[in-house]
């Protein structure tokens, strides 16, 4: 907003263009809200005390002329000057004290517009100002007089740099006003060479260099007052935000399987809050009716903490399209409906995805994969024996869908084998000298023997990960295990519990 004689900007609220690049928005308009609820408060302060002020020296003269008027009207004094000062001064004491009256009671009862209250606190001091210095100087006081003048006009100033939450700019608008003022009284009124007077008025504005500092001073502890304020306020408002999101985000995910043939356990860990990992899974009957399949798509989409996390929210629901359309779709045209929608919505964006689709089939005792660009998962057979799987495919959204081929492939899956598949938060965590737990390292796990029966792969992994890592996590983290129940009493058996030798022959 500009206009008038002193318009009123951020830039004179100290929030100009630079700062503007250093706070945020909603940072500049509360500090702004914050000034103009400080500006009406204090200015009926400024107002009282100031008149208050002149009030006292009112009745001061008043009294002293009650009780002696000879002592401020003496007409055989050596100044003739001194009924003249005498009545300048009570003439400034009445105005002064009638016109901040008359503010203090007009702002009290009217809501003014910051812009209006402002130029109003600037129209005091200057108006106050303006008295004192015509009256020092048409009654041809002396050096004294004029510098007492000075000093008052300084204190008045000093007191609206205390009270008013005027920035070191503002403050600066009166003296300069009262600069523009004094020089044409001086040339005409003052006595000395004319040199000696236009010095004299252009050093007058160091009357209110102490409200500046002062105003730079508090301007700038109020601003970081304020920003402490604001971020330890808005880091509470993100925090609550963002554990309603997680409950939310991980809402998405499917809850472990526990009966059935095929079991599915997983564990999550975000790097943040939410994260860019992501686990969907869905169940479809088998051929013959008896049982079900269980299909299950990770993914890891690029980056991390709430952007990721808005990605996984897209291609939740494109998942979930996916398998509401076509129950019984295949790993590889999941992967490829996946990289079409990837590659049209997010790469755009430099946004792409890794993923591993498989289904298992109990009947068929067959698991079917592809994977596009993820870190190759493993299937452990029951008899102990470890096979890599391997990536079929480039990255999700790398290539255009009539580039992009996903290759799925077809293994054996009986009886006590699982699938262990996991993100590469598990393999690029690191030591404290730095070393990634690695592909090997996950590998080593896997073939291990379980030695605790009530845990599963993800567990065990993610405490291999966890005793491996130094420091915070610095990726999401996302296992998940398909396990085949080994048999009908073996059903009931926490899903990747070791299976007991005899049975195992």
Known sequence: MAGGLFPYTHAHMGIGQGTTALYTTEFSQEFQAETDSL???????????????????????????????????????????????????????????LMLGAAFLYVR????????????????????????????????????????????????????CLFLPWSPRQALVPIAALAGVGLPLALMFSQGTIWSRILTEALSPLAGLPGVVVCWLRQTRRMSDLKLRFLQTRYGQVRRELVDARRIHESLFPRPVTQGDIRLSYLYEPMHLIGGDFLHAHLSPTDDGESQCVSVVMLDVTGHGIPAALTVNRLSGELHRLFAEDPGIRPGRVLSLLNRYVHLTLATHSVYVTGICLRADPHRRRIEYASAGHPPAFLRAVDGTIEELESTAVVLGALADAEFEAAPRSLRFGPGDSVIAYTDGATECRSESGRMFGVEGVRRVVASRYSDCGSSWPARLGDAVERHRHGPPADDTLVFEVAFAFDKAARTRPAGASVPEAEAT
């Open 39 to 97: 500006l009406r408060r204090r200015f009926l302060w400024f107002c009282a005390i100031v008149g208050g002020i002149s009030a006292v020296q009112w009745i001061i003269q008043g009294i002293r002329f009650i009780r002696d008027p000879g002592e401020v009207i003496d007409e055989s004094s050596a100044d003739a000057r001194v009924p003249m000062r005498f009545t300048a001064d009570f003439v400034l004491a009445t105005s002064v004290v």
């Open 109 to 160: 009862r009217f809501r003014l517009p910051r812009t209006d209250l402002l130029r109003l606190s600037y129209w005091l001091v200057i108006a106050f100002g303006t008295v004192e210095l015509v009256s020092s100087m048409v009654t041809q006081s002396s050096g004294a007089r004029a510098a007492d003048a000075l000093a008052l006009i300084g204190a008045v100033h000093f007191i609206g």
